[in-house]
């Protein structure tokens, strides 16, 4: 038997692994993507709930606009939110009574379901303008339902931007 010889069994390793550099280089870059990545994930969280707010929005007015358009008088009548809703409640309703009384229940739903929700129903030549501080409809032109609400401010912006949703009520 050979003798074995200590230096043989030295393993040298020269140029194999990682330096520390290396590493704290490699964390850098992989920390800022997961950085850039949860900011993505936050616009694309706020975005969502923006949609939501408009699609919720255009469906109600969409809804109050073919309400509108199957109830008796609704649309020759005087759109009177102050009624009490009592009546819807009872069954038994006036044509009349029966539509403020909805549209009563409608604007209360969108106060509840949207930041600063706000609607009603108005003659106007130029649906497209108006907040809901100043809904601008001019009394001329068919009707049409419009919805107002406060976006939540996103990106740089922290202050809430108004929105607005019409539908034109067909055929009226």
């Given at each position: 038997m050979k003798p074995r010889n200590e230096e043989s069994s030295v393993i040298?390793?020269?140029?194999?692994?990682?330096?520390?550099?290396?590493?704290?280089?490699?964390?850098?870059?992989?920390?800022t993507g997961l950085g850039g990545l949860s900011l993505?994930?936050?616009l694309a969280l706020q975005e969502t709930a923006a949609s939501r707010l408009h699609t919720f929005a255009a469906s109600q007015a969409q809804s109050m606009a073919?309400?509108?358009?199957?109830?008796?008088?609704a649309a020759s009548g005087s759109l009177n939110p102050a009624a009490?809703?009592?009546?819807?409640?009872?069954?038994?309703?006036?044509?009349s009574a029966m539509v403020s009384a909805a549209l009563h229940e409608w604007r209360n739903g969108l106060a509840d379901a949207l930041p600063g929700g706000n609607g009603l129903v108005c003659h106007d030549g130029t649906p497209a303008d108006g907040s809901a501080q100043q809904?601008?409809?001019d009394g001329a032109g068919p009707l049409?339902?419009?919805?107002?609400?406060?976006?939540?401010?996103?990106?740089?912006?922290?202050?809430?931007?108004?929105?607005?949703?019409?539908a034109r009520v067909p055929l009226l």
């Open positions: 040298r390793s020269h140029g194999s692994g990682f330096s520390l550099v290396e590493v704290m280089v490699a964390l850098a870059i992989f920390s993505l994930l936050l073919e309400f509108i358009l199957v109830s008796p008088g009490a809703p009592g009546c819807l409640l009872d069954g038994v309703c006036e044509p809904p601008a409809c049409h339902v419009k919805v107002f609400w406060l976006e939540p401010g996103g990106g740089d912006s922290t202050s809430p931007s108004p929105r607005r949703a019409v």
